[in-house]
């Protein structure tokens, strides 16, 4: 072999340095000296090693991994199947520590979630009906509210008095919704920065779900545990064949 040319994107030492200043982790070992069999020399009479340009700044957004944080509550969740729901009532459910309540607006033709506290005497909306008028009525007083959180009626309220309704504090709380693979997806912050969230952000988007082609089954369950137990538990595939026996089939890996 005449020549040997290698395109390589390794990153300066200055780089590399800044980037991995505190090690990674430290541990106790031994190091022995192995018997290894030299090799003959290579036959190889010319090496060319090509390295594009790479900048000596660190790229835009690196972050610290000592610095990067995951908010919980900065994500899009699969909130419930929409085959669950029933568009005639508000549901209640509790996700990530939240007390929320789904409902169906059909003013706007579209799932909504809220707090599940009426601002009046927090009493569980999700307790509450769909009145004629496609607006969201608590259950204890009767106030109704619309798709974007706003009271639309204080029933005990004069006609002849002051909007007491339009007021602020007379708003629910209310959560960044969509629907998408035939689920209804919240967002949990009521901040007013994520109020548009879904055009700059979307939830996951599975092909396979739409895809005619393929077989999909929704399903969900109420389990006492955090999410975090979850995860793993479905990472660790070989507790199937003994947890699962006869429940779930198992094709063991080939020897």
Not at 111 to 123: E, G, I, N, S
Not at 228 to 246: Q, R, T
Request: one cysteine or more.
């Amino acid at each position: 072999m005449e020549a040997l040319r290698i395109a390589s994107t390794v990153a300066p030492q200055s780089l590399i340095k800044a980037h991995l200043s505190k090690p990674v982790f430290t541990t106790p070992f031994t190091h022995t000296r192995s018997n290894v069999t030299g090799f003959s020399k290579s036959k190889l009479t010319k090496l060319n090693v090509i390295s594009p340009s790479v900048s000596t700044q660190p790229e835009t957004g690196y972050l610290d991994p000592q610095d990067e944080k995951f908010d919980w509550f900065s994500q899009w969740y699969a909130l419930t199947p929409v085959a669950d729901l029933d568009k005639r009532a508000p549901r209640g459910i509790k996700a990530l520590g939240l007390d929320v309540v789904v409902w169906w607006d059909k003013n706007e033709n579209a799932w909504k979630v809220f707090d599940d506290r009426c601002p009046h005497r927090l009493a569980p909306l999700s307790e509450g009906r769909i009145d004629q008028w496609g607006r969201l009525q608590c259950v204890y007083h009767g106030w109704c509210f619309g798709g974007s959180g706003d009271c639309k009626l204080i029933p005990q309220a004069p006609s002849n008095g002051p909007a007491v309704h339009s007021s602020p504090k007379a708003c629910v709380a209310v959560y960044p919704s969509t629907e998408q693979h035939g689920i209804v997806w919240f967002w949990p912050s009521t901040d007013p920065k994520y109020k548009d969230i879904l055009t700059k952000k979307k939830p996951p988007y599975v092909p396979e779900i739409e895809d005619p082609s393929f077989r999909t089954t929704i399903c969900a369950r109420d389990i006492p545990y955090g999410y975090e137990v979850l995860i793993e538990n479905l990472m660790d595939p070989s507790h199937v064949a003994y947890s699962h026996a006869g429940i779930m089939t198992y094709s063991p890996p080939p020897r």
